[in-house]
C-alpha cells in the first residue's frame, strides 16, 4: 500500500480504511480537533493520536521528501489531495458542500474558524470555482451560531 504519485485514489481508499479501523481518520480529516481547553492527559492523548496519524501516513509514501516537512497528518493528505486528487464533479461537489456546512463552534477562536472557511475557499478556486469576498463573509456570517445573533 505505497503511494508513489500514480496510485492516489486507490491508496486514499486503504488508508483511509486503515486509518477509520485504529481511529485515527477523523483526526486526519481535521474532523476531530485538538480538544480546546482540556485536561492535560486529555491533549496528550489528542496529539498523541496525531502523531500516530502522521507516523502511518509516511510510512505508505514513497515520496517522503515532498511532505516531510508537513507537521501534522492532516498538511501531509491535503498536500497530496491537492496535487494528485482529479478535479472532477464528485471532488468539487464535496467541496462546495464542506464550505456551505462550516459552522463555528461556540468557544473556539475565531482565527481557525476563519482559516478553515479560507482554506475551503482556495480550494474550490484551485478547482476554477472562485469564491468572491462577498460570499465568503456571507458564509461565514451564516456559519456563526445564534449565540453571535448581533451582527
Not at 477509520?20 to 481518520?25: N, S, T, Y
Not at 471532488?91 to 482554506?119: C, W
Request: aromatic residues 10%; glycine residues 2%; proline residues 3%.
Amino acid at each position: 500500500m505505497s503511494f508513489n504519485a500514480s496510485n492516489y485514489t486507490s491508496w486514499k481508499m486503504r488508508v483511509q480504511s486503515r486509518l477509520e479501523a485504529k481511529g485515527l481518520w477523523r483526526i486526519v480529516t481535521l474532523r476531530e480537533r485538538p480538544p480546546h481547553r482540556a485536561p492535560r492527559h486529555i491533549e496528550d492523548e489528542f496529539w498523541q493520536r496525531e502523531s500516530q496519524a502522521k507516523a502511518f501516513l509516511l510510512e505508505t509514501l514513497d515520496i517522503v521528501i515532498s511532505v516531510g516537512m508537513k507537521q501534522y497528518a492532516y498538511e501531509i493528505l491535503e498536500y497530496l489531495a491537492q496535487t494528485y486528487e482529479s478535479k472532477n464533479w464528485r471532488n468539487l461537489i464535496a467541496l462546495r458542500e464542506q464550505f456551505i456546512s462550516l459552522k463555528y463552534v461556540d468557544g473556539e477562536e475565531m482565527t481557525p474558524h476563519l482559516n478553515r472557511l479560507k482554506l475551503l475557499a482556495d480550494k474550490l478556486g484551485r478547482q476554477n470555482r472562485h469564491i468572491d469576498d462577498q460570499e465568503q463573509v456571507c458564509q461565514l456570517l451564516t456559519s456563526l451560531p445564534a449565540s453571535w445573533n448581533q451582527f
